[in-house]
């Protein structure tokens, strides 16, 4: 289904997944699956979610080593066929590069810096640049050897949007709906704002996927309240 909505599957519980896949199918398109999942049930685990329903995979498993390894891991998964294969932008031209060239149906998508670090935490790090600027830099050096998409925050969404080509997508963490707690996002917007930045895609998890605690029912209802507020 057509919806920017990317459902972040962040639980280590096979059936759980399903039960989520299940529940939002009719307002999400895509589940992003990170490394809890993806260690603890590898390929085989994400087969076994493709009986839930008619969706796309966003396989967060931001790579980051020498482009020899990294080429090699997304030849690993290539098979899978996931919509998105997240890299991290720091890891350098040759690493992206050699991503983007090892599977090239796979939309490489560089994280830029990641949403639950401030400025001051960049700066501590060792980074010359505060957010907004380190992002930009590396969604330029990202699509320029061959990433098709970035992860980036919303805050930096509408500045990279005007730097890149038309068709790259462009993808945001740290969305929470009004009145949803911040948990380990620093620098966060709304869906509504976040789409009318620049994203393509929103990634939203625990405001959706806490509401299961209650019902399933209640999970299908927030995801189709968020999709409709984006109307």
């Known amino acids: 289904?057509?919806?920017?909505?990317?459902?972040?599957?962040?639980?280590?519980?096979?059936?759980?997944?399903?039960?989520?896949?299940?529940?939002?199918?009719?307002?999400?398109?895509?589940?992003?699956?990170?490394?809890?999942?993806?260690?603890?049930?590898?390929?085989?685990?994400?087969?076994?979610?493709?009986?839930?329903?008619?969706?796309?995979?966003?396989?967060?498993?931001?790579?980051?080593?020498?482009?020899?390894?990294?080429?090699?891991?997304?030849?690993?998964?290539?098979?899978?066929?996931?919509?998105?294969?997240?890299?991290?932008?720091?890891?350098?031209?040759?690493?992206?590069?050699?991503?983007?060239?090892?599977?090239?149906?796979?939309?490489?998508?560089?994280?830029?810096?990641?949403?639950?670090?401030?400025?001051?935490?960049?700066?501590?790090?060792?980074?010359?640049?505060?957010?907004?600027?380190a992002a930009l830099n590396l969604a330029k050096l990202a699509t320029t050897n061959g990433a098709r998409s970035i992860v980036c925050s919303p805050f930096e969404a509408s500045e990279i949007r005007k730097l890149v080509a038309p068709e790259i997508q462009i993808i945001t963490p740290g969305v929470r709906p009004a009145g949803s707690e911040m948990g380990d996002q620093k620098r966060v917007m709304t869906p509504l704002e976040a789409l009318t930045a620049g994203a393509d895609y929103i990634v939203i998890g625990r405001p959706i996927t806490d509401l299961a605690k209650k019902s399933l029912q209640d999970m299908k209802n927030g995801a189709a309240k968020i999709l409709d507020s984006l109307k």
């Open 1 to 133: 289904m057509k919806s920017p909505i990317i459902l972040a599957l962040d639980t280590n519980n096979l059936d759980t997944a399903k039960s989520w896949i299940e529940a939002t199918n009719s307002s999400v398109g895509i589940y992003k699956v990170g490394l809890e999942f993806y260690l603890r049930f590898g390929a085989q685990g994400l087969r076994e979610l493709s009986s839930a329903g008619n969706f796309s995979i966003f396989l967060d498993l931001k790579l980051h080593d020498i482009p020899n390894t990294v080429s090699a891991a997304v030849s690993s998964v290539a098979d899978l066929a996931p919509k998105f294969l997240t890299i991290h932008a720091s890891g350098g031209a040759a690493m992206i590069k050699a991503a983007s060239e090892a599977a090239k149906e796979i939309s490489i998508t560089a994280v830029t810096i990641l949403t639950s670090l401030s400025d001051e935490d960049l700066l501590e790090i060792g980074y010359s640049h505060e957010a907004k600027p």
